[in-house]
């Protein structure tokens, strides 16, 4: 059958990037990547993109004579070092090998090589979206359309064998850190025993396996946290969807600074914007709707404003596009097509697109509390490992306080909060 992890054969460079001693380590991986820059007329310059929450992102460029700024761009190569802590949060064995699943069928840039605590790939020219740019018609269109087809073009199995279970239960242990015992991995996927792993269910479970300790209220916090998980999946992990057993590979953080507005201008007698997204290390086997759910929620950004949105009219066009782009790129994947999946295009009259997307709708809004659960729980394990300003002890209990509303919403049929008002609006 061959490696079950293509990107195991991607080049690995010995070395590693200092954040204390940027310029001079981030030169060496670059020289190691690309020889001849040392060697060729042009200066060899590097910008800083961000410090972000997971890593450190630069941007190398060589300034050979002559060349556009756009035929700089086309050689350039970005060098991405992971944070500190981060592999409590994040499998980087799987965010490589998503990363090259993704090269592969042209949804992500050319993955150039590893190195001892990051990665290099190809640069993509483009605007980074800011949150508000998310709620603008063109964009939310193209986001539609992009997402649409990552969920129908991507094969779910070779997620599946991204990781062997050394690495699984050694990521684990480590998290956990409870003395010398041991997680096996068979307790980490029996959450989810008849699904394809992992998935973000499993993904919740290490993190719940992550949560600290210390004292008697962390106990009971974790304790709570991990019902709630096994309600959540006892009722919304079977659920019928997209994909193959209504499984999809999911993005699972597609925030404004994961969209790339690419600079190809729209089409004159169509409103969307091009996009493409970036940053792959929560990819991940799940529903559509909770990756698309996990996208609404981010339209509020990490101020978390509830005002922004998208109303039921607007949910309900964005999920017309993102249908009309899955049907239509269905035919270029083979690898889901089972006799109990939905994988039949709607047929070109407007009421079967319409059930469709009703039905779309009532999964997205049954999975719009989840994405609170799941970015509460990695905000409690970043307000233990965090190096960056921002007080993640805070925000915690706001995404975790979506959750518990969804929960009340559901109960009541009254969504209190802020939240669950602006999403019933028309």
């Known amino acids: 059958m061959g490696d079950c992890n293509p990107s195991k054969a991607l080049r690995r460079i010995s070395l590693s990037y200092n954040n204390a001693d940027s310029y001079a380590s981030a030169l060496r991986l670059v020289l190691a990547l690309f020889p001849d820059w040392e060697h060729t007329g042009g200066e060899i310059e590097f910008v800083r ?27 350039a190569v970005l060098l991405r070092a992971y944070g500190k802590g981060t592999e409590v949060l994040i499998d980087r064995e799987r965010e490589s090998a998503s990363h090259f699943l993704l090269a592969q ?8 090589a590893r190195f001892q605590n990051g990665l290099m790939y190809r640069f993509i020219r483009g605007r980074v979206c800011q949150s508000q740019d998310l709620t603008k018609e063109p964009i939310w269109k193209g986001v539609a359309r992009r997402l649409g087809q990552w969920h129908a073009v991507l094969p779910v199995r070779p997620m599946e064998m991204t990781i062997t279970p050394k690495t699984e239960v050694d990521n684990i242990q480590y998290l956990v850190s409870v003395g010398s015992s041991k997680v096996p991995l068979d307790r980490i996927n029996a959450i989810t025993p008849n699904k394809p792993t992992p998935n973000i269910w499993t993904v919740i479970q290490k993190w719940i396996f992550a949560l600290p300790v210390r004292t008697e209220v ?21 659920n ?15 925030l404004s600074g994961n969209v790339i507005i690419l600079p190809s201008p729209p089409d004159a007698e169509d409103a969307a914007a091009t996009v493409s997204f ?24 990490f101020d978390c404003d509830y005002s922004v949105l998208p109303t039921r009219s607007t949910r309900r066009a964005f999920l017309q596009e993102y249908l009309l782009s899955y049907y239509q790129h269905l035919d270029e994947s083979s690898h889901d ?67 518990w509303d969804w929960r009340a919403a559901a109960a009541d049929g009254v969504g209190p ?7 019933a609006q028309e």
């Open 105 to 112: 069928h042209n949804l992500a840039p050319a993955l150039l």
């Open 337 to 403: 097509s089972m006799p109990n999946s939905k994988t039949t295009p709607p047929s070109e009259d407007v009421p079967d697109l319409n059930a469709e997307v009703d039905t779309l709708m009532a999964e997205v809004d049954r999975f719009r509390g989840i994405p609170g659960l799941y970015w509460g729980i990695w905000a409690l394990i970043q307000a233990t490992i965090s190096q960056i300003d921002f007080d993640y002890a805070a925000y915690a209990p706001i995404r975790l306080q979506e959750y």
């Open 417 to 423: 909060g802020e939240r669950e008002r602006r999403l």
């Open 278 to 301: 970036i940053d792959y290390e929560y990819t991940t086997p799940c529903p559509a709707a909770f990756d698309i759910a996990n996208h609404f929620a981010e339209w509020g950004g």
């Open 240 to 254: 019928p969807g997209l994909g193959k057993d209504g499984i999809v590979v999911g993005h699972c953080d597609l």
């Open 49 to 75: 993109f961000k410090d972000g929450i997971t890593n450190t992102l630069l941007k190398a460029i060589k300034r050979r004579p002559g060349y556009s700024e756009e035929e700089i761009d086309n050689e």
């Open 218 to 238: 962390e106990v009971e916090r974790k304790s709570s946290l991990q019902q709630e998980l096994e309600r959540t999946v006892a009722e919304l992990g079977n």
